[in-house]
């Protein structure tokens, strides 16, 4: 069973940037939809980006287009996030996660329902 594993997390200062990982062992994340996701103190989670299972369409949440890059390399099974311009907002546990099926249309990955394997998190701090 595939496993996830975020990477690169750390505290940061406002306008900063993080670049996180997110490396699966056990499966593939070929063929399949990737997303981020995060969850702030005494927040639901929410989505923040999402890449189709060739890297060619990607998606993000208004509060971090523009800032955000969402990659993958699946030569490595990983999957990325690139983060500049990080607002003390932007704090959060980071989750990565891969579609629940290849045939979820793309446009549902906004959604946490669509995805059924999720890493254990990693924690970015963005101080002011």
């Known amino acids: 069973q595939v496993q996830l594993v975020e990477s690169g997390g750390g505290l940061v200062q406002a306008g900063g940037s993080l670049r996180l990982s997110c490396a699966a062992s056990?499966?593939?994340?070929?063929?399949?939809?990737m997303g981020w996701f995060r969850q702030a103190p005494g927040k639901e989670r929410e989505f923040v980006a999402y890449?189709?299972?060739?890297?060619?369409?990607?998606y993000y949440a208004d509060s971090v287009t523009g800032r955000f890059t969402i990659s993958r390399d699946n030569a490595k099974n990983t999957v990325y996030l690139q983060m500049n311009s990080l607002k003390p907002e932007d704090t959060a546990v980071y989750y990565c996660?891969?579609?629940?099926?290849?045939?979820?249309?793309?446009?549902?990955?906004?959604?946490?329902?669509?995805?059924?394997?999720w890493g254990q998190g990693t924690q970015v701090t963005v101080s002011s």
């Open positions: 996660a891969r579609s629940r099926s290849r045939f979820v249309a793309f446009s549902a990955h906004s959604y946490a329902g669509s995805y059924d394997t």
């Open positions: 056990g499966g593939t994340l070929s063929g399949y939809v």
């Open positions: 890449i189709s299972s060739s890297g060619g369409s990607t």
